[in-house]
């Protein structure tokens, strides 16, 4: 059973910068694609940043292009969203989720993702 543990949300001004990081437990982290999301009030939840098994391939939604950076590290068995020049449309609660996908391919749409996070919630003060 895939375990996942967010923590590193926060309030924050406009231009700051916040350091997500998601925890993993239960199975084999080189074996699994990892992905952030996010959820604003009222609105569907959507993908943010996603990475291979092998931290080699990355996607990012354009909104957050040349501001966030996914990364991995397998031997902590951790994933890692970095955001920059935060502003306030970048409020909602921050999801970790994760699929097993061990080879090249790696899903980077949220019905793709099978086991998730309690989510963290990231707010961006004006």
């Known amino acids: 059973q895939v375990q996942l543990v967010e923590s590193g949300g926060g309030l924050v001004q406009t231009g700051g910068s916040l350091r997500l990081s998601c925890a993993f437990s239960?199975?084999?982290?080189?074996?699994?694609?990892m992905g952030w999301f996010r959820q604003a009030p009222g609105k569907e939840r959507e993908s943010v940043a996603t990475?291979?098994?092998?931290?080699?391939?990355?996607f990012y939604t354009d909104s957050v292009k040349g501001r966030f950076t996914i990364s991995r590290d397998n031997a902590k068995y951790s994933v890692y969203l970095q955001m920059n020049s935060l502003k306030p449309e970048d409020t909602a609660v921050y999801y970790c989720?994760?699929?097993?996908?061990?080879?090249?391919?790696?899903?980077?749409?949220?019905?793709?993702?099978?086991?998730w996070g309690q989510g963290t919630q990231v707010t961006v003060s004006s």
């Open positions: 989720a994760t699929r097993y996908a061990p080879g090249r391919w790696y899903p980077t749409e949220v019905h793709e993702y099978r086991d």
């Open positions: 239960g199975r084999t982290f080189s074996n699994y694609a």
């Open positions: 990475i291979d098994s092998s931290g080699d391939s990355t």
